[in-house]
T-cell receptor, first 118, second 114 residues
Framework: NAGVMQNPRHLVRRRGQEARLRCSPMKGHSHVYWYRQLPEEGLKFMVYLQKENIIDESGMPKERFSAEFPKEGPSILRIQQVVRGDSAAYFC????????????????FGSGTRLTVV | AQSVTQLDSQVPVFEEAPVELRCNYSSSVSVYLFWYVQYPNQGLQLLLKYLSGSTLVESINGFEAEFNKSQTSFHLRKPSVHISDTAEYFCAAAGGTSYGKLTFGQGTILTVHP
């Protein structure tokens, strides 16, 4: 059981470039959550996805950020035209089912992608 | 909206001393509570969780937390800490209409000194 896999571990982008962060959930998990951890702050919820569906994107910035979880392949968090304020650690978590799954088992977190915008 | 408050941003203690990391939550409906630990430059590891049943929950490495509904608290305790417990600890809550979304506290940095 490989757990939640995130890549890359570290990502450096120049201002204006695009950043793509990938997350492969645990085997058997069909729900993915993205969180952002800014320096000196706790984790903030961004988006909750099922396969091919966005369930809750209330934490996503309105512009430049998007997320998907296709039928095949990992979940992708995309940040277009990055700015210095996007520098943060981005964590992905997965759970085995809608609502109750997370409550019953807890989330399993990946090791995160640390994005640095220069 | 649900909120989680960790009352101490930093807690320094000496090795083998007891420690308590405080967490309060606000919710008017059933809530599920978690403690996660994060070591430097690593992801979050689940330490323990309260879903239902006994209000005292324990982890395998000596931590325990008690769910107190009247005080809306879920404080984390350990009777004797080790240097290896140095890390950042996050309290989190899920429940109500927020499906599986976790709301995190700001984190408490526990530093254990020799």
């Amino acid at each position: 059981n490989a757990g939640v896999m995130q890549n890359p571990r570290h990502l450096v982008r120049r201002r204006g470039q695009e950043a793509r962060l990938r997350c492969s959930p645990m085997k058997g998990h069909s729900h993915v959550y993205w969180y952002r951890q800014l320096p000196e702050e706790g984790l903030k919820f961004m988006v909750y996805l099922q396969k091919e569906n966005i369930i809750d994107e209330s934490g996503m910035p309105k512009e430049r950020f998007s997320a998907e979880f296709p039928k095949e392949g990992p979940s992708i968090l995309r940040i277009q035209q990055v700015v210095r304020g996007d520098s943060a650690a981005y964590f992905c978590a997965s759970s085995p089912g809608i609502g109750q799954g997370a409550r019953n088992y807890g989330y399993t977190f990946g090791s995160g992608t640390r994005l640095t915008v220069v | 909206a649900q909120s989680v408050t960790q009352l101490d941003s930093q807690v320094p203690v000496f090795e083998e001393a007891p420690v308590e990391l405080r967490c309060n939550y606000s919710s008017s409906v059933s809530v599920y509570l978690f403690w996660y630990v994060q070591y430097p430059n690593q992801g979050l590891q689940l330490l323990l969780k309260y879903l239902s049943g006994s209000t005292l929950v324990e982890s395998i490495n000596g931590f325990e937390a008690e769910f107190n509904k009247s005080q809306t608290s879920f404080h984390l305790r350990k009777p004797s800490v080790h240097i290896s417990d140095t890390a950042e600890y996050f309290c989190a809550a899920a429940g109500g209409t927020s499906y599986g979304k976790l709301t995190f506290g700001q984190g408490t940095i526990l530093t254990v000194h020799p």
